[in-house]
């Protein structure tokens, strides 16, 4: 289990699972890239030159709130356009159980935007029925995401539908703006292109700064090659201009926590020219 603490906040991650893929199914051009940065090894490379992919995610306690970001793919969903993740049988719920939380004790359900991976354990199939997971959260979801995903449809499989839906019709959703504070110490900040409401995760308590990518960076590789857009951004022109502005921003010594990084998966950005490295915390 890996924790960290900022101040008076602390981040639990949750692991579902771990894969191993090749760089092109997602970010093509990496594996020309990857031997020249040895900071990436081992925690983010195979051994093979594999791309290590975390689906995790991450509680946040705070204020006395346990918020949950991200809640990854969830089990029984049917993902005829994603196999990886179709009809999963996972143990996170025991996961999250031997991490210290249970469901109950979940206040607030954010989504850091409303893709396959970050969704899933919304809700589950009890009965036949998907029922929202955590009962007694709040959901939250980002005006822009959601407004866009209740139109549009998912190539991975009807998301919204199981994952989505089920909390609206359970009265336990709530829309906030991109830029909502959470409480005190947590803020969303608006970091779209990977989708059209994509927020990154502000953590901030005393002199202490933390920050959650969400999928506007998959890889760290991404750091040290911003322009590297992945193939499943909406918008790689706009997710590419967001990845500059936000290292620039984040360059600053905070930590900054990886939403698929695997490893340690944590660590700070520094700057190398005009790009920059990540060292692991
Ligand atoms: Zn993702």
Redesign the pocket.
């Given at each position: 289990m890996a924790t960290w603490n900022i101040g008076d906040v602390s981040i639990t991650k949750v692991l579902e699972m771990e894969k191993h893929w090749p760089f092109s199914a997602l970010l093509p051009g990496a594996e020309e890239v990857i031997d020249d940065l040895d900071w990436l090894r081992p925690d983010f490379v195979t051994d093979e030159g594999r791309m290590k992919l975390s689906?995790h995610a991450l509680v946040i306690e705070s204020d006395g709130q346990t918020i949950i970001v991200d809640t990854c793919c969830g089990n029984n969903k049917d993902r005829p356009g994603a196999p990886a993740f179709d009809n999963l049988e996972t143990d996170f719920l025991g996961e999250l159980s031997r991490c210290g939380f249970s469901p109950t004790d979940v206040d607030v359900v954010l989504s850091t935007h409303l893709?396959v991976?970050?969704v899933g354990w919304n809700t589950q199939l009890i009965d036949g029925t998907w029922v929202p997971t955590f009962p007694n959260a709040e959901y939250l979801f980002v005006r822009p995401e959601f407004e866009h995903w209740a139109a549009e449809p998912q190539d991975y499989g009807p998301v919204f539908e199981d994952s989505v839906q089920p909390i609206i019709d359970a009265g336990l959703a709530t829309v906030v703006e991109a830029d909502h504070q959470i409480t005190a110490n947590i803020s969303l900040e608006l970091t779209a292109g990977h989708t059209p409401g994509h927020v990154s995760v502000v953590i901030e308590s005393g002199n202490d700064m933390a920050l959650i990518t969400g999928?506007m960076t998959?890889h760290p590789v991404q750091f040290a090659h911003p322009e590297m857009a992945s193939s499943?951004d909406w918008r790689q022109d706009m997710s590419t201009a967001t990845r500059f502005e936000a290292y620039k921003k984040w360059s600053d010594g905070r930590l900054v926590i990886g939403?698929?990084f695997a490893g340690r998966t944590a660590g700070r950005l520094k700057p190398v020219g005009d790009v920059w490295s990540f060292e692991v915390d």
């Open positions: 689906i893709h991976d970050h999928d998959h499943a939403t698929h």
